[in-house]
């Protein structure tokens, strides 16, 4: 019983369970002893940090909800997949971890035996993706073997159909043909950028404008989010008003302090996020390179989303912007439902998602479309999460998933195509 219950364990922690993957990478590699050692407790430190930014990203998002809440009468949800993995790690690891792991395996075989020869090297996005597709199922009462098998099936599945959807539009952006994209932006940016190429014709690119050098603070993200959410908050504050703020939350700090620091913490939160990432990427992806090389003859590398940024940066910032303005109108779009009497959730926008993701938006649309269809593209981009978000809303409710939710199309379609197949047979969700 206790071997039994140490392996569950093993499986229950991701960050281990990551770990023996990259092990086994490792060893169908030959790799010294040392090396082997270095690159399995790397990897697993790695995991561990995302998931401690994970934690702190979600606390400093308790005074967003706060203020949000006594200000409009109504709970915002953050459109942010980070703080709704934190969550739903916390009521689903186990499961998420068992996907997921299988989920790697199961990319191996598509690779292996279909002409979607992609390996998902982007390999903390599955956590998220695993995460959307464990709520919806646990939410609709499916659970044990029949949730693993499911779950996993279909997460490796797409972990090798996504970026084949990619590959025509990353032939252009790269010029070869080497390297694929592994990002959960890869499906909206796919739609939003082919849509952008309807009204995009003889558009110049984006990298044939002079950006000014006074916006350059933009490339870098973590000031970028603490100044964002920093604006956020303060807005937010003042409306609630400061007295509530200090008196209720705060502890009777001033309120434009407390507010800077719980920027600074979110800020600080996704920097530790990041930092987990690129550790823990430093390692897997040449040991998931081995696994790939042994098993799967022709395989293409998925990497992940900043891989394309270096191709158009102008996009990229320009795609950040106006990406961020398409969800604040989607935001207002909400307000101005539920100001009508149509109930839907009030989708806050969220700067980690409009930088990731909108960049991408805007790299994919200048692609196809030049500077308009960045503009085009990253704006829909915006608003195509807003209004899946509301969609898919009602299948993460039953986990108390509330405050925050799965922001990229290529969760909430996965999402939506489950909930509602569950909704159909057996009325949950």
Known sequence: MYFLDFVLDVLGTPAILIGLLALLGLLLQKKPFADVVRGTIKTIIGFTVLLAGAIIVVGSLIFFEQVFTYSFGAQGVLADSNPALAFAMMEAGANISLIVAFGFIVNIL??????????????????????????????????????????????????????????????????????GFAHTASLGSVITANFAKLFSKNSKSTEEMNFPKALGFLK??????TIFMFLIFLVLALIAGPRFVESEISGGQNFIVYVLIQAATF??????????????????????????????????????????????????????????????????????????GISVPIILPSTILAFFCGGVAGVFGNALGGRRGCVISAFSYGLLCVFLGILIFPFLEPLGITTALFADPDIQVIVLIFGNILRLFTGAG
């Open 110 to 179: 598509v690779a292996r035996f279909t002409p979607l020869k992609y390996i998902y090297l982007a390999t903390h996005l599955p956590l998220f993706i695993g995460a959307g597709i464990a709520v919806v199922l646990i939410g609709g009462g499916v659970s044990g073997v029949p949730l693993v098998a499911i779950g996993s099936i279909t997460l490796g599945f797409v972990m090798a159909l996504y970026p084949a959807i990619a590959q025509p539009i990353m032939r252009k952006i790269t010029g070869t043909d080497d390297i």
């Open 220 to 225: 870098d993200i973590y000031v970028t989010v």
């Open 267 to 340: 800020g600080g939160g996704l920097y530790v996020i990041l930092s987990g990432v690129r550790l823990a990427l430093a390692e897997i992806i040449p040991a998931f390179k081995g696994i790939a090389e042994k098993l799967v003859p022709n395989a293409k590398p998925a990497l992940d989303g900043p891989v394309v940024f270096p191709y158009a940066p102008n996009a990229v910032v320009i795609g950040f912007l106006v990406s961020f303005a398409g969800l604040i109108v989607g935001m207002l779009i909400c307000i101005l439902l539920n100001a009508v």
